[in-house]
């Protein structure tokens, strides 16, 4: 073995160690808190692009809230396939299986990216008629158009970083994700206002630019991305990968599958809510487009310990560490009750003032603060849904977390929504208002009970090997 395989080797194996044996509470928090910042940068492309897009006008930002339910729905595709690839490998390296998870890494990325080219044609095509199906005035399609049509073009490059950074945190690197989020969010924030107002003598692109700027940062980071897992020698381009491919996406397929699902019933939700409030108006559009960017900022550290239990619960499955899964889940639990309180008290007090920050259109302002003040009652419920969905993949059950997103975005939310609608005739903004915070409760309370009872039985089906037998740890911590 040359000296460049030695070293991966070597930190391979000192991360599967560190996953299997350090104390639990440690490995939660060095696993989620780099999270917590890449995901902040995340979340801050959007908050980014609402804030320069409001600058541009009231029905510019209207248009943007009708992308939403479709950015979300086309980026589903890539946390899906980054949750199913994420469980398969890890589980794979919790297993000693490091051959199997290098195929499964490669195999993941090369479907992901035909995937993609082939779902951006697609779009291309029968854009107009999504958005009006979701009820978009026609007068908003060209503003639209301007940001969609850059978006669909680069859609690769939107959705490979996603399953990269999944792919890197199943081999128990938090920090390398976190950074390279960090620095697209910084790219986007810094390139976005002179493609987007024309500053300095560069080109006035509006809603466009905006687009644009997410493109170009997420290139850069998708090149740094494949170089890291390229030097940790993680990725393979043997004749056997090829050989392999149709069985490695299966496996993959069946987690990422149901992960994908269970994501896509969050844009599937969102539209039928874009659809019934378009009825009171676009200011109620812009105004739960503004809410709900403010309401995932806050959402950011129970989205950073989902996507940081997601390897911890691979590898102890695979190593069969059935004691460290149920200390996993005191913590988790613990950590959704605290922030979902502290999240609820910023929410309520400041709802409307942070809604200020993004548009000067008290209409919209006020929708926004009567939003997150709903949804600041359920926000506990939230915590434990996200987190739960986290465990249920790797744990070797993703049908029930698709499961638990149905429930919650279309039965829960959608579904109250609409009855609240049609059937005792409340107002639309009043109705879905009330849906978003009794959804994340009752999928919250019925995520938490499933995970107690199936962290009884984790499903090793998938793995064809037994894991390779490691020397007992001297005073191993649990």
């Given at each position: ?80 396939m ?42 291309l ?5 999504v ?38 945190r ?28 024309g ?27 494949f ?137 919209i ?31 070797g ?23 609240g ?47 390779e ?10």
């Amino acid at each position: 073995m040359s000296g460049t395989m030695a070293r991966a080797a070597f930190s391979i194996g000192d991360r599967r160690t560190r996953l299997l044996e350090q104390p639990v509470t440690k490995v939660l928090f060095d696993l989620s808190w780099p999270m917590s910042l890449g995901l902040f940068s995340v979340i801050a492309i959007n908050v980014t692009d609402t804030f320069y897009i409001g600058r541009l006008g009231s029905q510019e930002l209207a248009a943007i809230g009708f992308c939403f339910p479709v950015i979300f729905g086309m980026s589903a595709i890539s946390i899906g396939m980054g949750n199913g690839g994420a469980a398969v490998v890890a589980r794979a390296i919790g297993a000693g299986q490091e051959d199997r998870a290098k195929a499964l890494i490669t195999s993941t990325l090369l479907f992901v990216l035909i995937f993609a080219l082939m779902l951006a044609i697609i779009m291309l095509q029968v854009s107009d008629a999504v958005f009006l199906a979701l009820g978009a005035p026609r007068e908003l399609l060209p503003y639209i158009n301007q940001f969609m049509t850059i978006w669909y073009s680069g859609l690769p490059l939107l959705v490979l970083p996603i399953v990269l950074n999944g792919l890197i945190r199943a081999a128990g690197e938090a920090k390398v994700p976190s950074g390279l989020m960090v620095l697209a969010a910084v790219i986007n924030a810094v390139v976005s206002p002179f493609i987007i107002f024309g500053l300095f003598g560069m080109p006035e692109l509006g809603m466009a630019g905006a687009a644009l700027a997410t493109i170009i940062a997420r290139l850069v980071i998708t090149v740094m991305a494949f170089t890291w897992l390229a030097r940790a020698d993680l990725i393979t381009a043997s004749p056997s990968v090829l050989r392999s491919f149709l069985p490695c996406i299966a496996q993959v397929l069946r987690y990422g599958a149901p992960a994908f699902l269970a994501q896509l019933f969050s844009p599937i939700g969102s539209a039928i809510i874009t659809r019934l409030l378009a009825s009171s108006g676009p200011e109620a559009v812009a105004g739960f487009a503004v809410g709900a960017r403010i309401e995932a900022l806050v959402l950011i550290p129970f989205f950073a310990l989902q996507t940081g239990i997601t390897p911890f619960i691979g590898q102890n499955v695979g190593a069969h560490e059935d004691m460290r899964l149920r200390l996993a889940e005191r913590n988790v639990w613990a950590f959704a009750a605290l922030w979902g309180g502290v999240g609820a008290v910023v929410l309520f007090a400041f709802g409307g003032s942070l809604a200020s920050l993004f548009t000067e259109n008290a209409a919209i302002v006020a929708i926004s603060d009567r939003y997150l003040e709903a949804i600041s009652l359920g926000l506990w419920g939230a915590g434990l849904l996200f987190v739960a969905i986290g465990v249920f993949n790797p744990l070797g059950y993703p049908n029930v977390a698709m499961g638990m997103n149905a429930l919650r975005c279309v039965v829960a939310y959608a579904g109250l929504a609409t009855l609240g609608v049609m059937v005792f005739q409340q107002s639309p903004v009043e109705a879905v208002f009330r849906a978003a915070w009794l959804s994340y409760v009752i999928a919250g309370l019925a995520s938490a009970l499933l995970v107690r009872f199936l962290l009884q039985r984790p499903n090793r089906s998938d793995l064809k090997t037994t894991p390779e037998k490691q020397p007992a740890a001297v005073g191993r911590s649990t």
